[in-house]
DNA sequence: TCTACCTGGTTGACACGTCACTCACATAAC
DNA sequence: GTTATGTGAGTGACGTGTCAACCAGGTAGA
């Protein structure tokens, strides 16, 4: 084989901005899931899910309707509800249009851990990273999220 | 009970940095990670713990040391050099000096796997998020880690 | 020496996520 | 109606990470 034409590495400052990205991410979101725990006895995962059913009419959904407003995979959500339902803040239900179908409904529990957490989790999110940066810096933040989110969006083409 | 003051509520360009901020990482890691198990059958675990090795010296470093250098938990890593160890790309060996102690080995494997995983994984991390961004972007991603780091430096007080 | 503590490292239980598979029901083609 | 195909959802195996408990070897003080 002949060799692979040696590839571009990274200059000193995209490692720079590289590894700080590798960095950051677990290191807020390590402490914010931390306080969330403390706080609520939940995982962010709990969260998510509790924050969008509190957001809903009715506290409830269509498992597949989450699934993709949240762009959680199936089987993720299928997971993640099994282990809530155990704990109690959700419950599935049957549905009548569909044979195939179910919903994921809050329970009274579930209403109530999301109303207590979120007030919580703000001043955790607040003091892990927003109250940290400037304006500049959270603009800059959305910005890359817009443009990754775009490339992502075109990359997956039809799939959305 | 009194209730608990209205908690200071993101607002729209602060909840924009903290969605983009959700969002962007579990996006672009996982086409990174997905490129690296498709190109080198390699986990991004596999492949943090391969690179720190093929630079020492002797491809070998004592555990803890590996622990702490990669900021992973003890019991992290050794869960994780058991299933590499398993796979046959490291080994543990016993060290003369101290009865407790161990150390990580690169195999020969090891070896070629990084080097041969290591410019497939530049080209996807370029791919999908160097090459993406603006030199302005990377350097405020750079800048954000920075001033987060410090943050988490001083937050940790001593343990570092 | 005996004891107490520290340290390096492993283990087990559990939460989480992915993948591949399965199963039941729905729908369209014939 | 029967058959093929699609769709909603759950399951099992496995990789990964955390936490707490454990164990063996070192170290220092009585």
Redesign the pocket.
């Known amino acids: 084989m002949t060799p692979a034409s040696e590839p571009r590495w990274l200059t000193e400052a995209e490692q720079d901005a590289w590894y700080a990205w590798r960095r950051m991410f ?1 290191l807020v979101n ?1 402490e914010i899931a ?1 306080d969330l ?1 403390q706080d609520s006895g ?5 969260y ?1 899910v509790l924050s969008v059913l509190g957001q809903t009419d009715g506290h409830r959904m ?6 993709e407003l949240m762009r ?13 339902e ?2 109690g803040i959700v419950r ?1 239900e049957e ?1 009548a ?7 994921v409904v809050l329970t009274d529990t579930g209403v109530a851990a999301i109303t207590d957490a979120a007030p919580l989790h703000v001043k955790s999110v607040r003091r892990h990273l927003i109250d940290i940066l400037t304006p500049e810096q959270l603009q800059a933040l959305a910005e890359v999220g817009e443009v990754l989110r775009h490339r992502f969006g075109a990359a997956r083409k039809g799939r959305d």
């Open positions: 677990p390590a931390r725990g939940l995982s962010e995962a709990d998510d269509r498992i597949s309707a989450l699934a959680w995979s199936r089987s993720r959500l299928s997971h993640q509800l099994t282990r809530m155990q704990r599935r549905v249009t569909d044979g195939r179908g179910a919903e």
